[in-house]
């Protein structure tokens, strides 16, 4: 492994580079309509698939899928809200890990905190932040909902942001401790186990917090 040693280094240091931060003021804070959307989650995204050029962040036929089931709220009259952007990043990240209904369980207290049963609905689309009607509006419209959907994305993506940092010096860590190994092996073989050796152990914590994560998520259920 000694040859792909500085080539998997160089790899993490590519992936922390492309990875950035996001936050809800990323997006434009206007109505979008789909193909916006997809061009918008493509630019932010697009970078940290596994093949930038050819994979599609997240197509129509999936936004359209996840509204259908709940997982997204509705949009209205075909236009899209900045939460709805934040609500499809967030799906984006755990879409290869979690089924819809997973998702849909642990996202729905979120929604119910976050948006009022119109917007859940789809009969209304969230107004810019200076538009936004204050509870107790005399125009009869519902109180504003207790959460902000923008404040809560940005807090806990700033968490996240620093978990996967925090990942990456692990996997360094990793990758020098599969260096170490197979020393008695054939040097002919030693390279290969050597690479397979870090990727079962990679993919050991992938296996062991989806595990996790699936056991919580079903205690909300």
């Known amino acids: 492994m000694a040859q792909n040693l500085d080539s998997i280094m160089d790899e993490i240091a590519k992936i922390s580079k492309e990875l950035g931060p996001i936050s809800s003021a990323d997006v434009p804070n206007i109505d979008l309509y789909m193909d916006q959307v997809t061009t918008i989650l493509d630019e932010m995204l697009g970078p940290i698939t596994r093949k930038p050029d050819e994979d599609k962040i997240i197509t129509k036929t999936m936004i359209n899928n996840y509204a259908k089931n709940g997982v997204l709220i509705p949009p209205v009259k075909k236009r899209y809200s900045v939460e709805h952007v934040l609500m499809l990043i967030a799906i984006f990240y755990c879409k290869s890990f979690l089924s819809i209904s997973d998702m849909d369980t642990l996202f729905e207290p979120l929604k119910s905190a976050c948006f009022t049963g119109e917007e859940r609905a789809g009969k209304v689309i969230r107004k810019s932040s200076k538009q936004e009607k204050q509870p107790g509006s005399e125009d009869g419209s519902e109180a504003c909902p207790a959460l902000d959907f923008k404040m809560v994305f940005d807090d806990i993506a700033a968490r996240v942001d620093e ?45 062991v917090r989806q595990l996790l994560i699936e056991r919580e998520i079903d205690k909300m259920k």
């Open 163 to 207: 978990q996967m940092r925090s990942s990456l010096e692990d996997m360094k860590k990793l990758t020098v401790s599969s260096a170490g190994t197979f020393s008695d092996s054939d040097e002919e073989y030693r390279g290969m186990l050597q690479h397979i050796d870090y990727c079962c152990r990679l993919g050991s914590e992938i296996y």
